[in-house]
């Protein structure tokens, strides 16, 4: 069915053709986080190439936006015959959690941690 294939829109370019889709989402991690596997990476030419870390991305099902956020990493494996490429990233509530503070036991005043 075409109205669920997921695709990742990085800089206006849709990319389509993934054979695993992993979306989690977690109170205890607060940002969504997604990872999106293509198992003959061949697949998309010379196209892996504009995929990487710290771009803005969007992830739909169909029409459907299932989250907005960024590439955290690209990893490419295999060898001449076959080859793997996985897309990890994290919804925009990683900003959130990017900067938040975490060598302070629990209050900051007057810019130091108390």
């Known amino acids: 069915m075409q109205n669920d294939v997921v695709s990742l829109v990085i ?11 992993r979306i989690m989402r977690s109170i ?11 198992t003959n990476a061949f697949q998309l030419e010379d196209k892996p190439l504009a995929i990487k870390p710290g771009l803005s991305c969007i ?3 169909g029409e459907d936006t299932l989250l ?15 080859a793997e490429m996985r897309i990890a990233g994290r919804d925009k509530a990683a900003d959130l959690v990017d900067c938040t ?12 941690c108390r």
Do not use: H
């Not at 205890?28 to 293509?38: C, K, S």
């Not at 907005?68 to 076959?82: K, P, S």
């Not at 503070?101 to 130091?112: A, E, L, Q, Y």
């Open 101 to 112: 503070v975490t060598d302070c036991p629990s209050v900051i005043r007057n810019n130091r």
């Open 28 to 38: 205890d991690t607060i940002a969504g986080t997604f990872e999106l596997t293509l």
């Open 59 to 61: 992830l739909r099902a």
């Open 11 to 21: 800089d206006g370019k849709t990319f389509k053709g993934w054979t695993a889709v």
């Open 68 to 82: 907005t956020g960024y590439i955290d990493d690209v990893m490419l494996f295999g060898g001449a015959r076959q």
